[in-house]
Nanobody, 115 residues
Framework: QVQLVESGGDLVQAGGSLRLSCAAS????????MGWYRQAPGKQRELVAV???????HYADSVKGRFTISRDNAKNTVYLQMTSLKPEDTAVYYC?????????WGKGTLVTVSS
């Protein structure tokens, strides 16, 4: 059974940085596509960034140049380094694993950016 556990969410001032981590277990991490999504209050969940098994990355336009997704296959962990944070980045951030046509989700970690 795939389990994803996010950590690293916090309250930070605008312009600050945070690093989110997502520890995966129960799947085959090295062949999974991993991603970060976020959901702000009253809004739909949206893609933030995704990283392929080979390390190719894709970012939402709103975070390009500020966020970096990476993965450590030896640790079964995916990271999201967030810099130059803005109040509009405030949301619950969810880790996603795509494996064999299935989607798995963590419970999320809250990021709050104060102005």
């Amino acid at each position: 059974q795939v389990q994803l556990v996010e950590s690293g969410g916090d309250l930070v001032q605008a312009g600050g940085s945070l690093r989110l981590s997502c520890a995966a277990s129960g799947g085959i991490f090295s062949i999974s596509i991993m991603g970060w999504y976020r959901q702000a209050p009253g809004k739909q969940r949206e893609l933030v960034a995704v990283i392929s098994t080979g390390g190719s990355t894709h970012y939402a336009d709103s975070v390009k140049g500020r966020f970096t997704i990476s993965r450590d296959n030896a640790k079964n962990t995916v990271y999201l380094q967030m810099t130059s944070l803005k109040p509009e980045d405030t949301a619950v951030y969810y880790c996603n694993e795509q494996l064999s046509g299935m989607d798995y989700w963590g419970k999320g970690t809250l990021v709050t950016v104060s102005s």
